[in-house]
Each structure stands twice: as C-alpha cells, then as structure tokens.
C-alpha cells in the first residue's frame, strides 16, 4: 500500500476519542509485516516494535488513532439524538453536517439538526447556536424506533466525510489529525529496513482529551528519545495573518521549537534540523502552537524524556473535512526515517 491509500483507509476510519478500535486494528495490521512484534497495551494504545542491537537506544514514535467527535447523551421521546463533545470542536461547525452513529450494529446515519432559519427570531439568527441546543435526527420516529436501529446512551458518532484526491497530490478527508500522524509512522516503519535503536512505533489513544495513552505507553516503554508525528495548522488561507500561522502547506513538515506543552529538547531539535538540512527535506519551524501533542507528556515521563514534534501542515483541522499535501506528508515519511538512522550516534 502507498502512503496515500494507508491514509485513505485510516481517515475512512471511525475512531471517536475513546473509541478507537476500528484504527486500533487497522494500524495492527498495517504495522504487523514491518515491526518484530505488535503490542496492544491495557488501556489500548497500539506498539510495534522494530528491535535494534542490544542496549541499542529506545526511540518512541507516537501518533495519536483518536478523532474528535461526539457521544450520545440523551435519547427524546421522539427519536432524536443529543450529544456530548469529545475534544476542541467549535459549535459553529456542527450545525447540518452528515453524521455516523456507531453502534453495536453497525452504522446509522445522521444529520446534525436544528431549527430552521426561517422561523428563528432575527436575534436568533445572529447567534451562534451551541451544541446543547442542537440535535441528531437518525429519522427514527419515537425512542423504541431509535433503540430498535441500536443506539444507546454513549455511541460514538462520527463525521461523515469521505477522503477524495481534489488538485495536486491534494487531498480532503476526515480526521487526518492524526491519521495522517498514523499513516507516516506505518510508512516510516516500512522503509526502516535495518536500524540500530529500537523502535517504538506507537498508535495512542485518547490524545484529544488530554493526551492519555501516550502518558501511560510512554511509562511503559521510557524511552531515550521521544518524537510526536501530529497535524500543525497551515495558516496559509484567507484571512489569517502570517503572524498568526506562519506554517503553509507545500512547504514540507513543521519542526516544532515550543508549544503550550513542550519546549523541544535542545539535542532533539537540533538532530532534526540537521538531518533535514544534510538531506535537504524542506521543512519549517514552528513556534508558540497554543496546543499539545502527545510529546508533552512523554517528555514528563520518569526522571524525563528528551521530545520533538514533527508535524505535516494540514487546513482547517477540528473539523469535520481537513486538506493536506501528500508531498508534505512524503517528506515527513522520509525526515522520520532518516532521523531514526541518526539518533545511535547522538544519543
Ligand atoms: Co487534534
Ligand atoms: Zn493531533
């Protein structure tokens, strides 16, 4: 498989923060023929381990298999659906968009409802209408009706968005944070023929709402070195200012200096501009990102981990549909492996 159709299957994929299993087997299977041994740990993060010589470094690479989305909360009498958020999702895009329910059945689909525009008041009109005051109809007629299609208090639902090729090795799709982070870890572990370090190539869960299988996955393994694959934002669209998002698609991936979570350990940033530069990947430098990635927290792992963020520029994420360039996408691909390459005679 390509970097591009791992991508489509994953961003295909529905894995609500939580509720990850549908990825979580994906990435197993895609990991399994080039790592020496896939591990599914308690709580549910995936880690395929690819072995180096004895006392060989430790490297952890971490790419997180949730999505943002929504849960069930509460079932009306006459069939509809509210919900509960389950990471950053702004309510201005939620309102008629195509949903997923996930149920022990299977798949039912939804649109996100509300009341229409024609008969709200003009003050009504000009608010933002939150999440609380929306609703799923699955066009199930009562609460029975409902509970006979399968859903139940807590079904995780998902965007319905399909990835589609649009310009030049452009694409759209759904979740790319962070399957996109996902696709480049499996396409990493495919080209890494033969390493000196042992690596840790790990699918966490649960990063949406606080980073939480990486925290524990990295206490698991404490590695010697840490490097989140993520999404950054590419801020190069109308109406953002150059200051606001510097990083634009096309321009190859973002090496992240600092962020709300993780000033990128002196030794691990300069190993990654290095190699960029010794192989000329381009690449970009990312600074004061108000978000995390799962580098923040395997940075606090026991006595410490030193961590880096190598991140592939995507448009308009924590939303239903993002883009991203799959040259930017190639060129972390090949920045990760040549990395790895480099790390035994640094650390
Ligand atoms: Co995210
Ligand atoms: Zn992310």
Redesign the pocket.
């Known amino acids: 498989m390509t970097l591009a159709e791992t991508l489509e299957k994953l961003s295909n994929a529905c894995g609500v923060t939580g509720r990850e299993e549908e990825v979580r087997n994906l990435m197993k299977k895609f990991l399994k023929p080039y790592v020496d041994e896939v591990k599914e740990d308690k709580l549910g993060n995936v880690i395929g381990i690819k072995q180096g010589m004895k006392n060989a470094p430790k490297v952890m690479l971490a790419a997180?298999m949730d999505e943002i989305g929504l849960l069930i909360k509460t079932i009306s009498k006459e069939g509809f659906l509210r919900f509960a958020k389950m990471g950053g999702i702004d309510d201005r895009i939620l309102l008629a968009q195509k949903v997923i329910v996930c149920t022990e059945r299977g798949i039912l689909h939804g649109i996100i409802g509300s009341k229409p525009p024609h008969i709200q008041k003009e003050e009504e009109r000009k608010k933002v209408i939150t999440y609380d005051d929306l609703f799923i109809d699955i066009g199930a007629r009562n609460l029975e009706e409902a509970k006979k299609m399968g859903v139940k208090i807590g079904n995780p639902i998902g965007f319905d968005i399909k990835f589609v090729k649009v310009g030049r090795n452009i694409v759209i799709g759904k979740a790319f944070?962070?399957r996109v982070?996902c696709a480049v870890m499996v396409e990493a572990m495919k080209r890494l023929k033969k390493t000196d370090c042992t690596v840790y190539a790990v699918g966490t869960i649960q990063?949406?709402v606080g980073l939480r299988g990486a925290t524990t996955a990295a206490f698991g393994i404490y590695p010697d070195i840490g490097i989140a694959l993520?999404?950054t934002i590419a801020g190069d669209v109308p109406g953002v200012k150059e200051a606001e998002a510097p990083i634009k698609m096309r321009k190859g991936p973002s090496i992240e200096v600092a962020d709300a979570g993780l000033i990128t350990h002196p030794k691990v940033l300069s190993l990654l501009i290095d190699v960029a530069e010794k192989n000329k990947i381009p690449y970009q430098l990312e600074t004061g990102l108000p978000g995390a990635?799962d580098a923040a927290r395997i940075s606090l792992t026991r006595e410490g981990v030193p961590c880096g963020v190598i991140s592939v520029p995507t448009r308009y994420?924590h939303s239903p549909a993002s883009m991203l360039c799959l040259d930017d996408a190639e060129n972390t691909v090949k920045l990760v492996v040549a990395v790895i390459q480099e790390i035994p005679k640094r650390f």
Do not use: F, K, P
């Open positions: 997180h944070d962070d982070g990063e949406e993520d999404v990635t994420i």
